[in-house]
């Protein structure tokens, strides 16, 4: 067997690395699509469990989406008066 390798068995070899590289790629993002696809989707919509003074508190928190410095609207709903 010969020590060295033609121009056209290097050109072959850079092609099936070039493939395996591109097809283990593609992989990856058709993972992470699927898992994405997954998420939960973000709670829009939470209820007022208590209020105290200038402080309400609501049935959401990190695990919701929510952190410190988030702006909430506060809506009544007309079916609870």
Request: no cysteine; proline share 2%; hydrophobic share 45%.
């Amino acid at each position: 067997m010969r020590a060295t390798k033609t121009a056209r068995e290097l050109v072959e070899m850079r092609y099936l690395i070039f493939l395996i590289i591109f097809l283990f790629s593609l992989l990856r993002w058709a993972e992470a699509a699927v898992l994405a696809s997954k998420v939960a989707p973000i709670r829009n919509q939470f209820h007022v469990r208590y209020v105290n003074g200038a402080n309400v508190y609501i049935d959401g928190g990190r695990n919701d989406g929510l952190e410190e410095g988030t702006k909430l609207v506060l809506k009544q709903d007309p079916t609870n008066r």
